[in-house]
Nanobody
Framework: VQLVESGGGLVQTGGSLRLSCAAS????????MGWFRQAPGKEREFVAR????????YYTDSVKGRFTISGDNAKNTVYLQMNSLKPEGTAIYLC????????????WGQGTKVTVSS
């Protein structure tokens, strides 16, 4: 299974980007998919997740009201719409998928780079 992110790039403060993550390879069922990010010199942090069975979404406080996660369960595809971007949003953004009954994310993408200029 491979997760491939796309949509990163350079954007000015206040701008928007839409990230995409698509799964390929062996067919699998995911219980949820999420987005994480890792800024230079910092640890990876959770950004958002979507749980397919309930369509519930959850965000880290710093992105609430600005980022929206959505996706297609059948295709194991997830998106992250990022609005009102800030320089502290500069990071590698990675998507991940969690299998049913798994306590952790089982599959990870390589990431897509987002740079927010001030």
């Amino acid at each position: 299974v491979q997760l491939v992110e796309s949509g990163g790039g350079l954007v000015q403060t206040g701008g928007s980007l839409r990230l995409s993550c698509a799964a390929s390879g062996r067919t699998f069922s995911s219980a949820s998919m999420g987005w994480f990010r890792q800024a230079p010199g910092k640890e990876r942090e959770f950004v958002a997740r979507i749980t397919w069975s309930s369509s519930d979404t959850y965000y880290t406080d710093s992105v609430k009201g600005r980022f929206t996660i959505s996706g297609d369960n059948a295709k194991n595809t997830v998106y992250l719409q990022m609005n009102s971007l800030k320089p502290e949003g500069t990071a590698i953004y990675l998507c991940a998928a969690r299998k049913p009954r798994s306590a952790q994310y089982d599959y990870w993408g390589q990431g897509t780079k987002v740079t927010v200029s001030s």
